[in-house]
């Protein structure tokens, strides 16, 4: 069974930098297109961005710019460096496949955003 384990999150004030990590058991992670998501008590989960196959990585609109995803092939997983945080990215974070049938989601980290 695939198991998802998110890592790396913590608390940083507005503008500094944070780089969360998801590594995988029982999958090949570089094999797949990965997803970052993140989400927030009482709203949906959101989607981040994406990256894998043979496509650049793309992001959403509110994070473009400053966020980067990458698979780090020698660790299995997928990493997301941030950068420039906003108080509205405060969230747990999740990594995931982009397309369904999804694997079962992992724990998250939790981002905290605050001045």
């Known amino acids: 069974q695939v198991e998802l384990v998110e890592y790396g999150g913590g608390l940083r004030q507005p503008g500094e930098s944070l780089t969360i990590s998801c590594t995988a058991s029982g999958i090949s992670i570089p094999a797949k297109i990965m997803a970052w998501y993140r989400q927030v008590p009482g709203q949906e989960r959101e989607w981040v961005a994406t990256?894998?196959?043979?496509?650049?990585?793309t992001y959403s609109d509110s994070v473009k710019g400053r966020f980067t995803a990458f698979a780090d092939d020698a660790k299995n997983a997928v990493v997301l460096q941030m950068s420039s945080l906003k108080v509205e990215d405060t969230a747990v974070y999740y990594c995931?496949?982009?397309?369904?049938?999804?694997?079962?989601w992992g724990q998250g980290t939790q981002v905290t955003v605050s001045p």
């Open positions: 990256v894998g196959g043979n496509s650049d990585p």
């Open positions: 995931n496949k982009f397309q369904p049938p999804r694997f079962r």
